[in-house]
């Protein structure tokens, strides 16, 4: 049988301009799932997933906006959420797709329920795989109260902070990496693939790209030394429940987003499947395949 994930990428252009390369494989008339990847990694986040449903299921895996080949518009405003979640319905119009569920883990989680609030409210997106991505209510209160997840999320900070571009000029995204993030664990991860990686993140553009993400979102991140408490005045983002069949894969020792993150979600998601993952870091798609599969073949089934 044919590797799926070796078939070339298309290139598609979305009404805004914007052109990615997209992963297209499976049966056309067969249901779609699309598949979006976190940071720092690409469409092969969903390598396992995709080859596991790729006969049964139109899989549909973009390099999002800022990665590899994809356009990278080298300025913070590009990369709002409205325009990252836009960028996924435009793709799907682009590929002749009207609904379809959405899969994201990481960053593309993040994008994931938008999309799947987004499109639950147009009859779109019929349901939503979320790995690792916290609720944007619950994460974004998080950052305030809980020392854990404030402590692990100072990275962003630095992410966001442009006295540490002249270090990824010269390093490219490694750099910056190599200096922020504990939350890695390489040993998991195919020589082959890690290679990739580390020759993707030496292009500067695509560096700026993707550290966009992080300068692109409202979200506030506070200094450790500023108080464990709601600000006066905060007031939650003002997101309706998501009620929509939703899988909630969460791999329980994930350094970057503690477990914290899942404690009171069906408050905010009224059709809640959460599944728990442990042993496994933060990158569940791929430390544990068969675990994500599984979890994904009964969702779906269901």
Same mark, same amino acid.
């Given at each position: ?24 494989? $499976? ?60 960028? !996924? /319905? ?9 609904? /379809?569920? !959405? &899969? $994201? ?10 999309? +799947? ?10 349901? =939503?795989? @979320? ?5 944007? &209510? ?31 000029? *010269?390093?490219?995204?490694?750099? @910056?990496?190599?200096?922020? &993030? ?10 082959? *693939? ?11 553009? +695509? ?12 979200? &506030? ?27 909630? !894969?969460? =791999?329980?020792?994930?350094? =970057?987003?503690?477990?914290?993150? @899942? *404690? $009171?979600?069906? *408050? ?12 496994? $870091?933060? /990158?569940?798609?791929?430390? =544990? ?14």
């Amino acid at each position: 049988m044919a590797n799926v994930m070796e078939t070339p990428q298309a290139r598609v252009t979305l009404a805004s301009g914007i052109e990615l390369d997209v992963l297209d494989v $499976g049966p056309k008339d067969a249901p779609v799932l699309i598949f979006l990847h976190g940071f720092p990694e690409s469409h092969r986040t969903w390598r396992r997933q995709i080859t596991n449903f790729s006969d049964r299921y139109r899989c549909i895996a973009p390099d999002q906006r800022g990665y590899r080949g994809s356009s990278k518009p080298q300025d913070a405003e590009s990369y709002t959420p409205d325009k990252l979640i836009g960028d !996924i /319905f435009q793709m799907a119009d682009a590929l002749g797709v009207d609904k /379809f569920t !959405i &899969v $994201g883990h990481d960053w593309g989680g993040a994008i994931a329920w938008g999309t +799947a609030l987004t499109g639950q409210m147009v009859g779109r997106v019929t349901g =939503a795989v @979320i790995a690792n991505a916290p609720h944007p &209510v619950i994460f974004s209160r998080l950052l305030y109260t809980d020392k854990s997840q404030r402590e692990s999320s100072q990275y962003m900070r630095a992410f966001r902070d442009s006295a540490n571009d002249e270090l990824i000029r *010269e390093q490219g995204l490694t750099g @910056i990496l190599m200096q922020e &993030v504990k939350w890695d664990r390489p040993s998991k991860m195919e020589p082959e *693939e890690r290679e990739a990686l580390l020759a993707d993140w030496q292009d500067r553009d +695509a560096a700026f790209g993707m550290l966009n993400w992080y300068r692109g979102t409202p979200l &506030v991140v506070p200094s450790m030394d500023e108080p464990y408490e709601l600000p006066a005045g905060y007031s939650a983002p003002p997101i309706p429940p998501l009620t929509i069949p939703t899988l909630v !894969i969460w =791999a329980m020792d994930d350094l =970057a987003l503690p477990a914290v993150n @899942i *404690e $009171g979600l069906d *408050e905010f998601v009224t059709d809640l499947t959460l599944v728990k993952v442990p042993d496994c $870091g933060h /990158f569940v798609p791929w430390e =544990a395949p068969d675990q994500v599969n599984a979890a994904m073949e009964a969702f779906l089934a269901g």
